[in-house]
């Protein structure tokens, strides 16, 4: 089974500008979760997109922004980039219902750098 | 609101030694508790996990119990090895959601 995919690994933008990150979940996961991880903060959750419609939402302002499509990918944009956006974005596989619901399996991550 | 703390590392260690990660965790309900792991320019991945009281998960020799009334989740091992060396997380999920709490991570270093 194909594990969690993230693209791209890595992303250089300057202050201003927007950021789009994809992730396709396990096959058959049907929920996708998003973090930020820095040193300064961890690991802090964005949000969950189950079928494609948003499930649960973190503290971060409304740059932060995702969806899901039909297929279970997902993306996750951030508008007007800030240096402290700088972080390792990291996203998780759900299988999404019951039980299963909160266990997650990662992929490795895009690394972006803003300047 | 649910936290979880985890001893502040860096962790060093000898090879063979054991190994203790303490975390605790504050939470509304039952909620599940993880360890992950994470290598150097790695995600994370699944360790162990339990879902409720008394509950004891293992994995590749590491072993947590979920103690309810301490609430508690601490990580052992009773031998590491250099590969163990890595940066370790607590973590909880309440409620059945897709929102993970993770501790602050504690790093671990074995040395030959």
């Known amino acids: 089974k194909a594990g969690v995919t993230q693209t791209p690994r890595y992303l250089i933008k300057t202050r201003g500008q927007q950021v789009t990150l994809s992730c396709s979940p396990i096959?058959?996961?049907?929920?996708v979760s998003w973090y930020q991880q820095t040193p300064g903060q961890g690991l802090q959750f964005l949000f969950e997109?189950?079928?494609?419609?948003?499930?649960n939402k973190g503290n971060f302002p409304g740059r932060f922004s995702g969806r899901q499509f039909s297929n279970s990918r997902s993306e996750m944009n951030v508008s007007t980039l800030e240096l402290g956006d700088s972080a390792l974005y990291l996203c998780?596989?759900?299988?999404?219902?019951?039980?299963?619901?909160?266990?997650?399996?990662f992929g490795p991550g895009t690394r972006l750098t803003v300047l | 609101g649910n936290s979880v703390t985890q001893m502040e590392g860096p962790v060093t260690l000898s090879e063979e030694a054991f190994l203790t990660i303490n975390c605790t965790y504050t939470a509304t309900g039952y909620p599940s508790l993880f360890w992950y792991v994470q290598y150097p320019g790695e995600g994370l991945q699944l360790l162990l996990k339990a879902t409720k009281a008394d509950d004891k998960g293992s994995n590749k020799g590491f072993e947590a119990t979920y103690r309810k009334e301490t609430t508690s989740f601490h990580l052992e091992k009773g031998s590491v090895q250099v590969s163990d060396s890595a940066v370790y997380f607590c973590?909880?999920?309440?409620?059945?959601?897709?929102?993970?709490?993770f501790g602050q991570g504690t790093t671990l270093q074995v040395k030959p």
């Open positions: 997109y189950f079928s494609e419609t948003q499930r």
């Open positions: 096959s058959g996961h049907r929920s």
């Open positions: 973590a909880l999920s309440s409620g059945n959601t897709g929102k993970l709490i």
């Open positions: 998780a596989s759900l299988i999404g219902t019951g039980q299963g619901r909160s266990e997650q399996f």
